[in-house]
């Protein structure tokens, strides 16, 4: 029977995670531990500088005080599995959409970044589209961890999975995709606090990605679940070569 | 003359950033915003959930009350230069390197992500070894700027810089390198704090890299300044064609 | 049917609110409304700088991210209330008395606190002893509040109530009470982080309050209820009176 | 030569606490410690529930991260001075009044508080008027200071100092005062993000006080430096008997 450590990055009482949760629970155990709060756009923090606590909510589920998703990783793997690796790392269901280059800013990505940074399989789960059924969700996330665990992946990628927030049979199936870009520009707007004190907020004009084929956003925008795997290597190797030989000359 | 925009993820009282600001201010205007406190492990956060408030320091160095090196790039570009694209975002220099995965956790090189997310050159300065001597590693960083303003950088990229805490002349040279592997185990200490309740802490056996040729870690160990270019693209090109022949076969 | 105000500082979903809530709900219409997290320690502190956000836990019960007893007494009344007074603010159960100058660090007292302000009846709810059984010291607390509704209490007071951990027909009965005062030295802890960089930990000795007849410890340390009358006036007349001679003279 | 251990809770880096910095050097040894960050509202909050770091500003000059006045007059009295008691704790200079109830919302106060829980004379002090010029106000806190040194005050007292913002020699002199009362409302404004999410944001309607003579706000109204005498007992002792004869007949 399969292990599954499940974290996400909108909190432990977040609708998304207890959905998923529920599904994954058909097929091994769960091992439930996520931040105390939502921490939407928390990119991949880790905790280092201070001690953590963590909180019992129920059996196999549990909250850490203040903590990041990679943080949860962390303590889920080490503490409550004492460093018996589970089968899979699960992350989200995120409430909207990782696509483009934002998934740089999601502690639900970075959640499944910190399973494969320590060497085990993982999956973020997001949803795009207005007012998801996340149960309907879940179990077409369920779908998507039989496939990794019937299949399996390359060992040096982790997968970032957008689910259409359509009615399962609606689904058109999935696709394999690579990460788009977004097409919206972002502002801050200036406002005033209640004492005329200058505040700034960052914020986007309108979301949107470019429709390019085989992008993530394509995938979703024409309902498919689009599975992208992602990597941990930065290194841009075009610019590599190009540097190396214009810089170094 | 040049216009930079610098942020770093230490705080704005730091050192590296003090000691870069001298440098960079001999070649242009720079507008230092940073945050007003030690932000490490932050990774790549930005702040869409609250409204942000800026404290002037000095003329062009302004500190972000609670914001992020992300939040800094943004609130710099679009309130401080108004929208107008500075020529350079710089982001460090970080007390420590950052190789390896580790980037990922990181809060400096996020500073320089940002900038490219924004479309502007951007390189992220962080120092390795014991006791740096801030404004030696400064000169250092100055003749890589010099370099990015000489010779350019492709559009796609942004980059990754770790200067040996050496005295400038026993440096080597420059080497384009990418992103290397971390050789350290990661482990949780579990305290008690003063009322006998556990405590948790994420750390490490003991820092360390494999010294592969070519990366990052190789060429700083060996006395050379790392220059690695990354990406926005986190896709992993190799896994997403496997998959598309054992998944969707 | 009389409307009560509920908060708390050890976060909404703490036993010890749980218990209140249920006991409240038996006389009349309950509004809980909690910090999201453990606010142990934070004394009277109030949210001007920043705006709060609320999330609906369940019918009549809310919780506030990142907001404190004092902000939870305002967004009750003022916004879940439509800044209709309600008869009765309650503040807690806390986990641990609050006695002596303590009181001053005490968020559940600072609940209280808030109501008074508001100018609104306030209690705060304070369990001494280990392993309290929540639902026991919620009925004693409830035979508290049926005397406040009955018999009133002076506008400018509120009251700072302890129960002692015991089964409800072991209690000894009520009595009034003045604040006592502590007898216990605090120290400071000097630690390392992982790093080996200082770290301090604020603790005490030994928890303990002078055994003076008459104070809120003297009465739980003999199986009564504390009820300790408080006001917001913090004027040392003895003092006033004493400065007047010797500084003005 | 006096010892004075310094803190406030408007940062280090505030123009008040420098400027009180400076005049006290005159007369002594300044041990100055205060939080990294803006804690206005923050009341008594202790910090016991995780450790805390110091960063060394300057000589005898620290900043405490992520501390309260209440940790940095702990972390100044047990750590810097080694548990040797300094002649007087200040707290301060607040740019704002601190002023009838709201007092007890203010960390200046509470530093000062924190002091005479710990045994050792404290001041708070604070400016009332706009655009204070603060090394004028530190002179005129450097008075009070020197009466303190020279002709004490009650063992059981701290005291609550507010000082108009007026050049030194039109304020008319010293005036020992009690607590007054706010005479303004309160209210919540309901805001929205820019996701159109409500947010609430707890301010006043306009700031004031009742103008009754004897009271702190009538004394800095009419130019006298306020000196209130504050107590750590909150006991209402006069409904106290009221409660006596009412609840326990």
Same mark, same amino acid.
């Given at each position: 029977m399969p292990v599954f450590l499940l974290t996400n990055?909108? =909190?432990?009482?977040?609708e998304g995670i207890k959905a998923l949760r529920e599904e994954l629970k058909k097929l091994g155990r769960v091992i439930t531990i996520a931040p105390d709060r939502n921490l939407s756009g928390v990119g991949h923090s880790l905790t280092f500088t201070a001690p953590l606590r963590m909180r019992r909510v129920d059996d196999d589920f549990w909250t850490v005080i203040g903590g990041t998703p990679a943080d949860c990783i962390h303590l889920g793997y080490y503490v409550l599995l004492d460093g018996k690796a589970p089968d899979l790392v699960c992350s989200g269901i995120n409430e909207g959409p990782n696509l483009g280059e934002d998934i740089t800013y999601s502690g639900t990505v970075s959640g499944a970044m910190e399973g494969r940074i320590l060497g085990i399989p993982s999956v973020a789960f997001s949803v795009f589209g207005e007012n998801p059924d996340f149960k309907e969700v879940a179990r077409v996330c369920l779908d998507v961890v039989k496939m990794v665990l019937e299949k399996g992946m390359p060992e040096d990628t982790y997968l970032n999975v957008n689910v259409p927030a359509l009615p399962r049979d609606e689904i058109r199936g999935f696709m394999i995709t690579r990460q788009g870009r977004r097409a919206y520009v972002e502002k801050v707007l200036k406002l005033s606090d209640p004492a005329r004190k200058p505040l700034y907020w960052i914020t986007a004009e309108k979301f949107g990605w470019s429709l390019?084929? =085989?992008?993530d956003y394509w995938a979703v925008y024409h309902g498919y679940v689009s599975i992208t795997p992602l990597q941990l290597d930065l290194t841009n190797y075009r610019a590599l070569e190009i540097l190396k030989k214009t810089w170094q000359a």
């Open positions: 990055d909108d =909190g432990y009482f977040s390019e084929e =085989g992008t």
